[in-house]
């Protein structure tokens, strides 16, 4: 019996420090060589201080810069410490209600788009934290920002078709806009921030 618990407590442990510490070690050594960005949470850096990052949005309000989708994480939404949808159904009153106001309020902002809103402009991710927007939720917004920016309507068109990204490895997912780095660029093409975040 005591050879048996012996055995088991050996066998734990060996696990334990192979598991627990050398795997670990190893996949995190491999990632930090192999791939430095994507294991530090892909920062994005501006004049070497982190502004943000590729994989979790923002909360943008300024006229003057691309809007996020609708978040529902944490109580102001985007907190990355409470990651999650609503959890709403699609036969929730509240669902229908909160989607209304969103759209309402999309198209009090941009009055100039006259097509369908686009879906992801109204729906909040599953995580909440989703730094895209489709092609279409950055298109709606161009009108306002470029008038807020002062700047031509076609530039900040043509800047949105530049920060298109299409599926991962051309088959995962739908051509998507990294509102963070769109926002980047234009703060870059206009020569400085606007008014707001």
């Given at each position: 019996?005591?050879?048996?618990?012996?055995?088991?407590?050996?066998?734990?442990?060996?696990?334990a420090a192979l598991l627990c510490g050398a795997y670990p070690v190893l996949v995190t050594g491999a990632a930090q060589a192999l791939l430095p960005?994507?294991?530090?949470?892909?920062?994005?850096?501006?004049?070497?201080?982190?502004?943000?990052?590729?994989?979790?949005?923002?909360?943008?309000?300024?006229?003057?810069?691309?809007?996020?989708?609708?978040?529902?994480?944490?109580?102001?939404?985007?907190?990355?410490?409470?990651?999650?949808?609503?959890?709403?159904?699609?036969?929730?009153?509240?669902?229908?209600?909160?989607?209304?106001?969103?759209?309402?309020?999309?198209?009090?902002?941009?009055?100039?788009?006259?097509?369908?809103?686009?879906?992801?402009?109204?729906?909040?991710?599953?995580?909440?934290?989703?730094?895209?927007?489709?092609?279409?939720?950055?298109?709606?917004?161009?009108?306002?920002?470029?008038?807020?920016?002062?700047?031509?309507?076609?530039?900040?068109?043509?800047?949105?078709?530049?920060?298109?990204?299409?599926?991962?490895?051309?088959?995962?997912?739908?051509?998507?806009?990294?509102?963070?780095?769109?926002?980047?660029?234009?703060?870059?093409?206009?020569?400085?921030?606007?008014?707001?975040?």
């Amino acid at each position: 019996m005591l050879t048996l618990v012996r055995q088991s407590l050996v066998v734990t442990l060996l696990l334990a420090a192979l598991l627990c510490g050398a795997y670990p070690v190893l996949v995190t050594g491999a990632a930090q060589a192999l791939l430095p960005g994507k294991a530090n949470g892909s920062p994005v850096m501006v004049d070497g201080r982190v502004t943000g990052s590729d994989l979790i949005g923002q909360h943008f309000t300024g006229a003057g810069y691309f809007h996020g989708r609708p978040s529902a994480a944490g109580e102001d939404g985007y907190d990355a410490s409470a990651s999650g949808g609503s959890n709403l159904g699609p036969t929730s009153r509240t669902l229908a209600e909160a989607m209304q106001a969103r759209a309402d309020a999309l198209r009090a902002e941009n009055p100039d788009w006259k097509a369908p809103l686009p879906p992801d402009m109204v729906t909040a991710s599953a995580s909440g934290l989703d730094p895209h927007v489709s092609p279409q939720g950055a298109a709606m917004q161009v009108a306002r920002v470029a008038a807020a920016r002062g700047l031509p309507i076609k530039s900040v068109a043509r800047l949105v078709e530049e920060h298109v990204e299409g599926p991962q490895l051309g088959l995962f997912g739908e051509p998507h806009v990294n509102v963070l780095r769109l926002n980047l660029a234009l703060d870059a093409l206009a020569g400085g921030r606007a008014e707001g975040n």
